[in-house]
């Protein structure tokens, strides 16, 4: 027998029709190969049986791994393409929720402690008072804290959907000790059923209320440093090539996106091995660096060292410059986005105590985005390098008469600056789209960034981009996304006629000009 | 009878057998292409230069038309609004092309609009939109709002679709999605949805960071009503969009989602597998089963060369004006607007949706309408179809100020 075409012994044969109170497990399998409407009634019901041997049928439907037979009959697929004759079973969105429903009564006394809880989750959002003798019993049997407190949940769900009132006072009242969503939908969703409990009912809501404010709270702050550390990361190298050298450097865009391509080049790189697979990410992180720096270096040597001093015809030059890398990016990889996969210690939601949400790939990007900053921050105060640049900075007369090379020093600043900026778009790669035209939408918010921040001032970056973040998101539910960004804009416009400095003023080259 | 004319004549009369055995040396017939292969817009309409030029390429394997090779001119407007009327014009003044394809969003057709009605141009434009426009110089191939939006909405407040009894409309903040919008808000309210059932955000074009508005779609669905998200996002901002759903968990039995704007080539770009079971309604999917769409398949296949490369909605949309166009040119036996025009009325193609599709004297389509689930593979699995193609409305009778246009 091949293995791998082999197909799961399950091979059943359609029953008869008729004597539906009496359908055993077979019977119902068998009609899991029917229209949306029988999948959907077949999968209540085989929830409904409690046979342990419909776990994986249900898993393989969900999963559409399971085919329909010639002869009528079901099967698991085992290998990578569904055998001749054999058809892959489709679902809809109702199925898949009678699927979720009926695996959570099915693994609620599983033996891995996951399932259990995403069982126990399951039956609350499929609640019926059919399940309350099941989870009483699965609830006597739990040990785990957590997941104690999620069938509990699950059974207050349960008990609201009963007939009898002191049952539906219980579950109110389970679900009123929670911080769920969830419950509160419950619980708003049963008023129109029972004007007599209304005054539990609001009360429950209103204590699910409380503990939510303050998480909401903590989810928006969230939200604005997260937004913050996405501008910093942006700017943090503008702040380097702008705020230190003062040179506007209009393809700053240009070089993010490039390290956002360069992640997607390692990532493929990476593809099919799989001890490199999840660590594509970090690995893309120097070569995102490397590449962008030596451009960053060769731009600065080649074109922009011989307009020191006119800002304008930098920018013009920059912005063509930026243009070209546009296009030649297009012409390589093509106009469409580049799919990026996020390794899996960067994907769902991280649930910090008290309950805050917040989803992983930001969490790490709040991270990433201080870690470079630090590394910034020490590359420019601790090296020899960042000696280099201060003092250049400062004076590039005396610095040269002290024997340092200024031209190099020019080069390796504008490279670092960049260098960063390719960074920013690994981290980028993760939560934007990988397109030729990943960079514009960053440029005008970096600058805005390093001016509010205040020219040649990392400190300045990080408040500023953080402030603006923050600022963003808590004007965000009120005035929306497109109201929210254009007070933000007329805010820094009045905020430099004020300053036009920025928060932290600095002396230096850039400061004297 | 003077001089003058009856030389005229003679000369036609003596030109015309000289010329005949010569065709193939007869002016080639232009085919204007008027699609973004720059800027924001260039993800989604360089497919679609693609296309026109692959179906050039198919008819003049099988002769040209009317004996004349088609000559593609193809110019880049490159997502910017007005450069858009200006490249119409050169098209149409400069290149003197029979037929254009071209325009993606309502904003850029709305800008060629009046340039193809100066000079009595012919553009085919291929793409679902608001409605509430007919030119007589535009023929519209892709969806109306009640080809598209509406049964969309309509599915999802069916049993199968979820049963939603609230709705959040969320769309990038131009002319599509604020009209769409407003004719889906007359639809909900004639289903008794409306008021605080009903959340309404824009945002602008390219918008990345959406945890703020997929919290508040959380929220607003724990209101004790199943809750659905309508999407008339636009563009690259889906991916940061289904990438935070997916993120924050949002699974489709509990919020479903339904775009209009998000297709097999969007999808292209982001790993599905968190969004499998979210639906988007169009009236062409590449998983159709039919013979007409394996032929298109074969076809796009055998001219691309590059099997990562899929076939989408509006593509499917251009090929079927093209053809139309040929019919009607061959039917007319000219190119000339005016006659094509009129031969086009009627003209019937069967589509790569398996549907016999026709042109009506409102110069939109009958089209049947398709609601499929993203699966695993990034491509769509159709739950609903229609069971004929239906005509379209492109007066809606949710815009009290237009109704009264239809006819």
């Known amino acids: ?513 | 009878m003077t001089l003058a004319t009856r030389r005229a004549l003679l000369g036609t009369a003596l030109a015309v057998p000289f010329i005949r055995p010569s065709f193939a040396q007869a002016a080639p017939i232009r085919v204007g292409v008027l699609h973004s292969l720059s800027g924001t817009m260039a993800i989604s309409e360089t497919a679609l230069r693609d296309t026109v030029l692959m179906m050039v390429e198919w008819q003049n394997s099988r002769g040209g038309l009317l004996g004349r090779r088609l000559e593609p001119v193809v110019v880049d407007p490159a997502s910017n609004w007005p450069l858009f009327a200006e490249k119409a014009r050169e098209l149409l003044q400069v290149s003197r092309v029979d037929v254009t394809f071209g325009c993606w969003t309502s904003v850029s057709r709305k800008s060629v609009l009046p340039v193809f009605e100066e000079l009595n141009g012919l553009l085919f434009y291929p793409v679902q939109y608001e409605g509430e426009e007919e030119s007589r110089n535009i023929f519209y191939t892709g969806a109306a709002p009640n080809q598209q939006a509406i049964p969309a909405v309509e599915y999802l407040l069916s049993a199968d679709g979820g049963d939603a009894r609230r709705v959040a409309l969320l769309g990038t903040d131009y002319v599509y999605p604020r009209t769409t919008n407003r004719i889906l808000r007359g639809f909900l309210a004639s289903k008794g949805i409306q008021g605080a059932d009903v959340m309404e955000e824009y945002t602008p074009f390219g918008h990345s960071d959406w945890q703020g508005i997929v919290a508040r779609v959380k929220r607003f669905a724990s209101e004790g009503k199943k809750t659905a998200i309508v999407s008339t996002i636009n563009g690259d901002a889906n991916v940061p969009f289904y990438r935070e759903l997916g993120n924050q968990g949002i699974k489709a039995e509990d919020i479903p989602s339904v775009a209009f704007s998000v297709g097999e080539e969007e999808l292209a770009g982001i790993d599905t597998r968190p969004l499998v079971g979210h639906l988007a309604a169009w009236n062409y999917f590449m998983s159709v089963q039919s013979p007409a769409n394996t032929e298109f398949l074969n076809m796009w296949r055998a001219y691309i060369r590059n099997p990562r490369r899929v076939t989408n909605d509006p593509m499917e949309a251009t090929l079927i004006g093209f053809k139309m166009w040929a019919q009607a040119v061959t039917q007319a036996r000219t190119t000339a607007v005016d006659p094509v025009r009129t031969a086009l009325y009627g003209q019937k193609v069967a589509a790569p949706s398996g549907y016999e599709v026709e042109m009506h004297r409102n110069h939109h389509l009958s089209k049947p309408v398709m609601i499929g689930e993203v699966q695993a593979d990034g491509q769509f699995n159709i739950v609903y179809r229609t069971p004929t193609a239906i005509p379209a409305e492109n007066w809606s009778p949710f815009i009290p100020e237009n109704a009264n246009r239809r006819r």
């Not at chain 1, 019926?128 to 785990?144: F, G, H, T, Y």
């Not at chain 1, 360069?262 to 660096?289: H, I, K």
């Open chain 1, 1 to 513: 027998m091949s293995k791998r075409l082999l197909l799961c012994l399950l091979l059943l044969i359609a029953a008869p029709l008729g004597a539906r109170a009496q359908d055993g497990f077979e019977a119902l399998a068998a009609r899991l190969g029917g229209n949306f409407n029988q999948q959907a009634e077949a999968v209540e019901r085989l929830g409904a049986l409690g046979d342990p041997r419909a776990i994986p049928l249900l898993q393989a439907l969900g999963d559409t791994r399971l085919l329909r037979l010639a002869d009528g009959g079901v099967a698991v697929q085992d290998g990578p393409a569904p055998p001749e004759g054999a058809q892959v079973l489709r679902i809809n969105n109702r199925v898949r929720a009678a699927i979720r429903g009926a695996l959570g009564r099915l693994q609620l006394v599983s033996p891995d402690p996951g399932e259990r809880r995403r069982a126990a989750d399951a039956i609350l959002r499929n609640r019926s008072a059919d399940d309350i003798p099941l989870l009483e019993a699965a609830l006597a049997r739990e040990a785990v804290p957590a997941i104690r407190a999620r069938m509990e949940l699950a059974l207050g769900g349960a008990r609201l959907a009963a007939s009898d009132p002191a049952a539906k006072r219980a579950g109110i009242a389970a679900l009123g000790t929670s911080a769920d969503p969830e419950a509160r939908s419950l619980l708003l969703a049963a008023r129109a059923a029972n004007a007599e409990l209304l005054a539990e009912i609001e009360a429950a809501v209103a204590a699910i209320d409380r503990r939510l404010a303050l998480r909401r709270a903590a989810e928006t702050v969230f939200q604005g440093l997260s937004l913050g550390s996405v501008l910093l990361l942006a700017a943090l190298g503008l702040a380097v090539t702008f705020g230190v050298m003062g040179v506007i450097n209009m393809a700053h865009g240009e070089f993010v996106m490039l390290g956002a391509y360069a992640t997607v080049l390692v990532q493929e790189a990476c593809r099919g091995v799989p001890a490199l697979e999840p660590w594509s990410l970090p690995l893309a992180l120097p070569a995102a660096f490397v590449l962008t720096a030596a451009l960053g270096a060769a731009m600065e040597r080649g074109l922009i060292r011989h307009l020191y001093g006119r800002p304008l015809e930098t920018l013009l030059l920059t912005f063509g410059v930026g243009m070209i890398l546009q296009q030649v990016v297009r012409l390589l990889f093509g106009a469409q986005n580049r799919e990026v996969l996020s390794p899996a210690w960067m994907t769902g939601v991280l649930v910090l105590p008290g309950g805050v949400q917040v989803t992983q790939n930001r969490a790490w990007i709040i991270v990433f985005s201080l870690l470079v900053l630090l590394a910034t921050l020490a590359a420019i105060r601790l090296t020899r390098f960042g000696l280099e640049m201060r003092a250049v900075v400062q004076n590039r007369r005396i610095a040269a008469t002290m024997g340092i090379r200024t031209g190099r020093v020019d080069a390796m600043t504008f490279a670092f600056g960049s260098g960063i900026a390719g960074l920013a778009g690994v981290a980028l790669s993760q939560i934007d789209n990988v397109s030729p035209n990943l960079g514009t939408g960053y440029i005008i918010d970096s600058f805005m960034v390093v001016v509010f921040g205040g020219v040649g001032s990392l400190a300045g970056t990080l408040i500023g981009a953080m402030t603006l973040g923050l600022v963003n998101k808590l004007l965000e539910p009120h005035a929306g996304a497109v109201l929210a960004k254009v007070a933000v804009l007329v805010g820094i416009m009045l905020f430099i006629q004020r300053r036009p400095k920025g928060l932290f003023a600095l002396k230096g080259r850039a400061a004297d000009q």
